[in-house]
């Protein structure tokens, strides 16, 4: 069966600083993968995509941005992190007819 | 542009009442819809999903949701709810390679 995997589950980094979050799949070949930040009372925001390696698209211009390295390896980096950038990340795979979202346990990042 | 619109933001209720969330979308092509819940300290996971067919398809839990393409809904229901649903409920479509979610609800149910 397909399983996802974010790490690290939380983190606390300083503004200024670098960010790198990693998520990989298993169980599962040529994924759609995406990255998401969930904040409380505006629900998931779609941050990037990407539907093989090397091919990154992204939704909202922001401090962030993503890598796909390996083909089950989605990463989302900072190079100096903002405090607005604190929130719940979500990796998530889709697959099938309508690319239906399996989502990872998140990473909760604080920005201090 | 596609986007999909939760007006219940918080929604109180006790125990055995019926539950509707609504779900609004703006996309004039096909779309499919989907319902995630988020239990406390959980994975967000799916809950029900629309393709084509029949309007009124059922999920996991006793819950379900329509499909009325003429007001650009897919509301969710449950006829009797538990305080084991309390959760965040989001509604989403996806036109393509791209998801669109919702706000989301906060559903607290009272035992």
């Known amino acids: 069966s397909q399983t996802i995997h974010q790490w690290p589950a939380t983190l606390v980094q300083p503004v200024g600083s670098p960010l790198s979050l990693e998520c990989t799949v298993e169980g599962t070949s040529n994924p759609n993968l995406y990255w998401y930040r969930q904040a409380a009372g505006r629900g998931l925001q779609l941050l990037f995509y990407s539907v093989g390696i090397g091919q990154i698209s992204s939704e909202v211009p922001q401090n962030l941005s993503a890598s796909r390295p390996q083909d089950r390896q989605f990463i989302l980096s900072s190079k100096k992190l903002l405090l607005s950038d604190s929130g719940f990340y979500l990796c998530a795979w889709g697959s099938g007819r309508a690319n239906e979202q399996f989502f990872g346990p998140g990473t909760r990042l604080t920005v201090l | ?111």
């Not at chain 2, 393709?51 to 449950?78: Q, T, Y």
């Open chain 2, 1 to 111: 542009a596609q986007s999909v619109s939760q007006h219940n933001h918080h929604v109180i209720l006790s125990e055995a009442a019926s539950l509707e969330l609504g779900c609004n979308y703006s996309y004039g092509g096909t779309v499919n819809l989907f319902w995630y819940v988020q239990y406390p300290g959980q994975h967000l996971q799916l809950l029900l999903k629309y393709f084509s067919g029949d309007p009124l398809v059922k999920g996991i839990k006793g819950f379900e949701a329509e499909f009325i393409k003429s007001k650009f809904s897919f509301n969710l229901r449950k006829p009797s709810v538990q305080w084991s649903d309390t959760a965040e409920y989001f509604c989403a479509l996806t036109t393509g390679n791209q998801f669109y979610f919702g706000t989301g609800t906060s559903l607290t149910v009272i035992p």
